[in-house]
């Protein structure tokens, strides 16, 4: 049977058998970095052209269907032509800061895969405090994004840069209580114990209603952290050009639009892990022989699977709803989310200790 | 892997950017031009200069996202062992909110939060 575990196993004991630990040590480093780059550049691809396509089935058109099937080389021949541009810095921009930017949110998106669950047993690393982890790191990303808009010197830059600023900032305090209040359930912080617990159902499933309310904010607020519609104030086309990343052009901008849906990718990730189990089969209580069944699906399968489902889901509000204005980004955020989440928090940690989840 | 992995994860990232970039650089031929450089500002020469004083209300929502971000931080470890210390965290909690609710009505009180 197909399994990504199995894989890692068979090149680590080749490995072992025929060079010394130093050597095996550095080829893993290597093989870790390449696969890692390969994930980038596929998922870039695919989820651009899975965005273009989910646009095209919500407006009733056909969408990208020139090169290749259904046009699946669109995007590649998109990165074609964004090589051939020429990726000009404007005058007066601080030089330094405006080519590190690209570099800094690459960076971040790069790291915050090293705890994420890809099937069983296929983790970069197993770290203990893996949910705050990411958290940490995923925020880092403001830093790059205010760093493009402050240095390209348009005025459109900085106001797409302030406003994703304060967005990502309100929004990821939301995102961090929906987390928390499914830690609360688990009692641990890393992905892998996190996973374990849901080996008898998922957690929306078994923690009632306020898990379910902190699916919802959690959905929402990391719709908001990766500045998708309808909170995409910070690169807002028709009042802002396009926000942080005006000045940029050629394979510098093509860095953040890469690093933008990889960051919906990686949020997609940390709430199926959170909330629909990660790689974990559809397992109902004590159903034995329909969980036997349920094995039989590849874990690998399962994590793709519901993370894309969430992709989806996010794609699919941005054809939905209209753009908030900012006055009502920040309200919904300070006077609505925030306080359901905390009190749905305190409501989360009374199931927890009265024991009443599943 | 341990924290190897970072280090590892940070070059593939400079990796990725930094061969994007200079297989760009090689494959193009830049023409140039006066009016390249400048600003854009719907094909108008640019009037002024963006970094200049700006509006308060973004640095006031990140005066109050301090706030609550510390007490992020703070729940995270309370969250790991609330099952096992039972009721009294949850009371201890609760108090700790309350007290940082209050700063937060305070500056919702004071128009913090209105924008202008």
Redesign the interface.
């Known amino acids: 049977m197909f399994s990504l575990e199995g894989i890692t196993k068979a090149i680590d004991t080749w490995l072992n058998a025929h060079f010394n630990s130093t050597v095996v ?1 550095l080829a ?2 290597v093989l ?3 696969a ?2 390969a994930l ?1 550049a596929v998922l870039g691809l695919g989820l651009v052209w899975m965005e273009r396509k989910v646009a095209a089935v919500m407006q009733i058109r056909l969408g990208p269907n020139r090169l290749g099937p259904k046009g699946i080389f669109q995007t590649s021949a998109d990165t074609l032509k ?12 601080d030089k330094f800061l405006f080519n590190l930017a ?2 800094i949110v ?6 915050v ?2 705890p994420i669950s890809f099937a069983k047993n296929f983790q ?2 197993d770290i203990n ?1 893996g949910v ?1 982890y990411v958290s940490a790191v995923s925020s880092l990303s403001v830093i790059g994004i205010l760093m493009a808009g ?1 240095s ?7 106001l797409g840069a ?2 994703s ?2 967005q990502i ?2 929004y ?2 939301s995102a ?2 929906a987390i ?2 499914i ?3 688990t ?3 890393s992905i892998n114990d996190i996973i374990q617990s849901q080996q008898n159902g998922w957690w929306i499933f078994k923690g009632h209603i306020p898990a379910i309310i902190s699916f919802i904010i959690f959905i929402i607020a990391v719709t908001a952290e990766t500045n998708r519609a309808p909170f995409d104030l910070a690169e807002a086309e028709s009042e802002l ?1 396009a926000g942080f990343h ?2 940029y052009s ?3 901008f ?2 953040f639009f890469l690093a933008e849906y990889i960051n919906i990718f990686i949020v997609c990730s940390i709430g199926a892990t959170l909330f629909f189990g990660g790689w974990m089969p559809l397992h109902i209580g004590n159903w034995e022989a329909f969980n036997h069944i349920m094995d039989f699906i590849p874990s690998s399968i399962w994590f793709f699977g519901k993370t894309i489902f969430l992709i989806f889901l996010i794609m699919w509000f941005r054809w939905t709803f209209p753009r908030l204005r ?2 009502q980004l ?2 919904l955020e ?2 609505y989310l ?1 306080p359901i989440s ?1 009190f749905n928090l ?1 409501l989360m ?2 199931v ?2 009265m024991g009443w989840h599943f | ?6 280090i ?11 061969g ?2 200079i ?3 090689l ?2 031929r ?2 140039t031009n006066p009016q ?6 719907c094909g108008i020469p ?1 009037e002024g ?3 200049n004083q ?2 308060v ?2 640095y006031l ?2 005066l ?2 301090l706030i ?2 510390v007490e ?1 931080v703070f ?2 470890p309370w ?6 210390v ?2 009294m ?2 009371v201890e ?2 108090i700790f ?1 309350f007290i940082l ?1 209050m700063g937060f009505l305070y500056a ?1 009180k004071k128009g913090a ?1 209105k ?1 202008m």
């Not at chain 1, 390209?152 to 900085?158: G, P």
């Not at chain 2, 590892?8 to 930094?18: D, E, K, Y």
């Not at chain 2, 390249?36 to 500002?41: D, I």
């Open positions: 040590l893993e480093c870790v970095g390449v890692a780059i980038f964004l090589i051939m541009k020429e990726g000009l810095t404007p005058d007066g921009a690209p570099f690459m960076i971040v998106a790069m790291l895969l090293a970069i690393w405090i705050l402050w390209s010197n348009n005025k459109y830059s900085l302030m406003r600023g304060a900032v309100s990821e305090l961090g209580l928390i209040s830690v609360v359930l009692g641990s912080l050009t005006t000045e050629g394979m510098k093509a860095l900012v006055d920040l309200n300070w006077k925030l905390l305190l940690t009374v927890a200790i | 892997m341990g924290a190897i992995s970072l590892v994860l940070a070059c593939a990232g400079i990796a990725f950017s930094a994007g970039i297989v760009a650089k494959l193009v830049g023409s390249k450089g400048q600003a854009y500002e640019s200069t963006p970094w700006f509006n209300g973004y929502f990140a109050i996202f609550f971000d992020l729940m995270y969250a790991v062992v609330v099952k096992k039972g009721m965290a949850l909690i609760i909110l609710f919702h939060l924008w």
